[in-house]
């Protein structure tokens, strides 16, 4: 597609399980960033990805969250042992040179 | 220290006005990019315009324009001929690095909700 997707667009999850969240950049974008927003809030920053260097990880939360990108493409954040206050929308962008273009992000309930 | 401040928490203007969103940065690089984004109630984040920090012009895009001042290190957006579809969450956004590389992470301001009102 010409976008930025996201899958899956709605998770619920039980508390204590792993979820893999996946982002498609669009082709030819080097850098891709994943952000976290909860209901209302800001955008807060997790991670970016140069190719498949992640030169600033200074976001996650916690040891629970990690994510890799394989072959400059795909993305994947993983958060284990999910906890109540990882529900949010989680959202994916990609950019080169002069845009930065957002997927329509994953929905994440931890019930 | 904060980055990105956007001072304004709400804004209301009425259908058919301009209003102007406030946003200002801070920065020791001299090449930056500037970027604002819509977010509407659905939720998705709609990129509307990217000023790069030797850009000689201010940006516009269609009824959107950047009045970057960079001695003051603002960019502040503007939209003219409000509509009540211009009704959303607005986000100013600042990278460090290279204007034509991108090599450092996008980082957001924490948003103005505007309001149209017929």
């Known amino acids: 597609g010409a976008g930025v997707s996201q899958s899956p667009s709605n998770k619920v999850t039980e508390k204590g399980k792993d979820v893999e969240l996946r982002c498609d950049p669009i082709?030819?974008?080097?850098?891709l960033y994943w952000y976290r927003q909860s209901l209302g809030q800001g955008l807060e920053f997790l991670i970016y990805f140069q190719g498949n260097s992640a030169p600033d990880k200074s976001g996650l939360p916690s040891d629970r969250f990690s994510a890799e990108r394989t072959g400059g493409s795909v993305s994947t954040l993983t958060i284990q042992r999910t906890q109540q206050e990882d529900s949010a929308v989680y959202l994916c962008?990609?950019?080169?040179?002069?845009?930065?273009?957002f997927g329509q992000g994953t929905r994440l309930t931890v019930v | 220290a904060q980055k990105i401040t956007q001072t304004q928490p709400g804004m209301f203007v009425q259908e058919k006005e301009a209003v102007t969103l406030d946003c200002t940065y801070d920065?020791?690089?001299?090449?930056?990019?500037l970027f604002w984004y819509k977010q509407p109630s659905s939720g998705e984040m709609i990129f509307l315009i990217y000023q790069g920090s030797y850009d000689q012009q201010n940006a516009t895009e269609g009824r959107y324009s950047l009045n970057f001042q960079k001695a003051r290190k603002s960019a502040n957006l503007v939209i003219s001929a409000s509509q009540l579809g211009d009704s959303a969450m607005y986000f100013c956004?600042?990278?460090?690095?290279?204007?034509?590389?991108?090599?450092?992470?996008?980082?957001f301001g924490t948003g103005t909700r505007l309001q149209v009102f017929p």
């Open positions: 962008a990609s950019s080169f040179r002069r845009g930065a273009f």
């Open positions: 082709s030819g974008h080097t850098a």
């Open positions: 920065t020791s690089d001299p090449s930056y990019g």
């Open positions: 956004a600042m990278r460090e690095g290279s204007g034509s590389y991108n090599t450092d992470k996008l980082i």
